[in-house]
């Protein structure tokens, strides 16, 4: 793997001004966006959806006011504190006192230019993903490589407008750590649970400032350990290759994934826990997904967002700082790609991932990690003894498939109830698996699932298991071969389904080493598919084109 630090990492040698014409969307341009002149009323994109309860009811338009000349480009922030995100479970009252206080002066400025304001800053996920009523949006940042990324940069400038606000620099998001538990669905005592005594329960006196009317979760809801324990999370975190754990774009792919119409692969991190918690809050039972952080248009205006998202972020630092990982190396994702966000002084400001991979240096933040379990000894909020390097490799490329269990070129519906798929492995094949299953090979086994088509106002959630046929309903603890889950956010409301009716997705599962070992001298694959949402919808809603295992080293 080529290495590549921090001291060699463009940044200062960006130019110093970026064109607003980078600003290019796929279908529009911001100049166009302007003109068309969205004034779609908030209630009319999605049932629903309220905005916290001292906003007024105001008319939502995703695109951002962009000022006409150039952006800035981003600038390393000077000496100010490093701030420290911590667990929403290990702040003292005072932290959550200056975290309340912070929402409540966001939600203080109504003036909707204001890129500042609650509203604003809301929309600018929206605008980042499939829009809301008015059908405009720019560049789609989820199902891919720029997922962690722009959310990085958006959690960013997100906590200094905040701390800017309150006149704190060191003020820091919190994160929710919902992959502190246990792999029990018994066990009460994990952090899979909704931080209410911070951020809100319906059933509070005052449910304060961090509180959103369109959440459902209760104190006895947990998530599911399946999508978010230890033995979901290991082969997320241990996953080798970014492609695998982070997303790709298109050039990473496999020649399978190319001609299946959807030119990205989204990250395990992403297309598993990170959209099952979104699912789970807004419908802790059924995970259907009702605003707001239930669809990606309007998670945004969720102040728990920015906590489900410090965690993702913090997973994504812990996978980057494991020995043998790297972030891409790729151009086009290091450099190329701005990303344009208002900072806290209101200046229009473009930045690229190449400027955020070493955060404590460039952006001035680091986490202290969760003090869980309670009777774990976790040092303090000192910094970790050394910052992990930071390195980038280009992905190796997943190999031609092993065995493909489906390939259809018209997309095949997937019925509401488990289905298992079959094959016989050929016996030129058994070996080749066995050989790239001994627990001493270089390469990792990856189950991919591609071009899973869904309407965009939909969700869905699909657990997936490797040689185990007999299972006929969802789990809820750890399973062996269960190898992770298909999870789709629903992207927008209903009657707005504008530009971009359907969402597609490519899913690469990488088996753990014991999964794969399982797979050594087998004379059979089987890959069972067990819907956990949509009972009632019609079959044909939810639909895949290929199936096939393939290795990366
Ligand atoms: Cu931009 Cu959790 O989504």
């Known amino acids: 793997m080529a290495d590549r630090h921090n001291s060699e990492m463009p940044g200062d040698d960006t130019p110093k001004k970026l064109h607003r014409r980078d600003f290019v969307t796929?279908?529009?341009?911001?100049?166009?966006?302007?003109?068309?002149?969205?004034?779609?009323?908030?209630?009319?994109?999605?049932?629903?959806?309220?905005?916290?309860?001292p906003m007024p009811t105001i008319?939502?338009?995703?695109?951002?006011?962009?000022?006409?000349?150039?952006?800035?480009?981003?600038?390393?922030?000077?000496?100010?504190?490093?701030?420290?995100?911590?667990?929403?479970?290990?702040?003292?009252?005072?932290?959550v006192s200056r975290l309340r206080a912070a929402y409540a002066e966001l939600q203080k400025i109504t003036k909707r230019d204001d890129p500042r304001g609650w509203y604003r800053q809301g929309a600018v996920h929206c605008w980042y993903c499939s829009g809301a009523g008015d059908s405009l949006n720019g560049m789609e940042i989820h199902g891919g490589w720029w997922f962690l990324a722009w959310h990085r940069a958006y959690l960013y400038f997100h906590e200094t407008i905040l701390g800017s606000l309150i006149g704190d620099p060191s003020f820091a998001l919190p994160y929710w750590d919902w992959d502190s538990c246990t792999d029990d669905p018994k066990d009460m005592t994990g952090r899979n649970r909704f931080p209410g005594e911070v951020y809100g329960f319906p059933t509070d006196p005052d449910p304060g400032s961090l509180f959103d009317t369109t959440r459902a979760v209760g104190k006895d809801d947990r998530i599911p350990p399946i999508y978010v324990g230890p033995s979901a999370m290991k082969p997320i975190l241990d996953a080798r290759v970014f492609t695998d754990f982070g997303g790709s774009g298109n050039e990473e792919l496999p020649v399978f994934a190319q001609t299946a119409n959807a030119p990205?692969?989204?990250?395990?991190?992403?297309?598993?826990?990170?959209g099952l918690v979104h699912l789970w809050t807004t419908d802790p039972k059924n995970f259907s997904g009702l605003a707001n952080m239930g669809m990606l248009a309007a998670a945004g205006f969720d102040p728990v967002f920015f906590a489900h998202h410090a965690n993702i972020d913090r997973l994504w630092s812990v996978w980057a700082g494991k020995p043998q990982h790297a972030n891409p190396s790729n151009e086009r994702w290091l450099n190329q790609?701005?990303?344009?966000?208002?900072?806290?002084?209101?200046?229009?400001?473009?930045?690229?991932?190449?400027?955020?991979?070493?955060?404590?240096?460039?952006?001035?933040?680091?986490?202290?990690?969760?003090?869980w379990p309670p009777t774990a000894v976790v040092a303090s909020a000192t910094p970790e003894a050394a910052p992990a390097a930071i390195r980038v490799a280009?992905?190796?490329?997943?190999?031609?498939?092993?065995?493909?269990?489906?390939?259809?070129?018209?997309?095949?519906?997937?019925p509401p109830q488990p289905t298992t798929l079959?094959?016989?492995?050929?016996?030129?094949?058994?070996?080749?698996?066995?050989?790239?299953?001994?627990?001493?090979?270089?390469?990792?086994?990856?189950?991919?699932?591609?071009?899973v088509e869904i309407p965009a106002d939909r969700g869905a959630v699909v657990q997936v298991f490797v040689n185990q046929p007999d299972i006929a309903a969802p789990a809820e603890g750890s399973q062996p071969g269960y190898v992770?889950?298909?999870?789709?956010?629903?992207?927008?409301?209903k009657r707005s389904l504008g530009l971009h009716p359907t969402i597609t997705r490519n899913f690469?599962?990488?088996?753990?080493?014991?999964?794969?070992a399982g797979l050594a001298g087998k004379d059979n694959l089987s890959v069972t598919l067990v819907p956990v949402t949509g009972a009632n919808r019609p079959p044909e809603v939810l639909r895949y084109r290929q199936v096939y295992l393939s290795s990366r080293q």
């Not at 492995?425 to 699932?449: C, D, G, H, M, Q």
């Open 264 to 274: 990205q692969q989204a990250g395990a991190l992403e297309a598993g826990p990170h």
């Open 422 to 451: 079959q094959i016989a492995l050929p016996e030129a094949v058994k070996p080749r698996i066995t050989a790239l299953a001994a627990p001493a090979s270089p390469a990792t086994l990856v189950l991919r699932i591609d071009g």
């Open 59 to 95: 008319p939502i338009e995703c695109v951002p006011p962009v000022p006409f000349g150039q952006a800035n480009a981003f600038g390393a922030p000077g000496s100010g504190p490093v701030r420290v995100r911590k667990s929403v479970f290990d702040l003292d009252a005072s932290e």
């Open 394 to 414: 280009q992905s190796q490329p997943l190999s031609v498939p092993l065995v493909a269990l489906e390939t259809t070129a018209q997309p095949r519906a997937l």
């Open 508 to 516: 690469g599962f990488p088996l753990s080493a014991e999964q794969a």
């Open 337 to 371: 790609q701005p990303f344009y966000f208002y900072d806290q002084a209101q200046v229009w400001t473009g930045i690229v991932p190449a400027q955020m991979l070493d955060s404590e240096k460039s952006l001035s933040y680091r986490y202290q990690p969760p003090k």
């Open 484 to 493: 992770g889950s298909i999870v789709i956010v629903p992207s927008t409301g």
């Open 26 to 53: 796929g279908a529009v341009t911001v100049g166009a966006g302007l003109a068309a002149g969205a004034t779609t009323a908030w209630n009319a994109w999605s049932q629903g959806v309220q905005p916290p309860t």
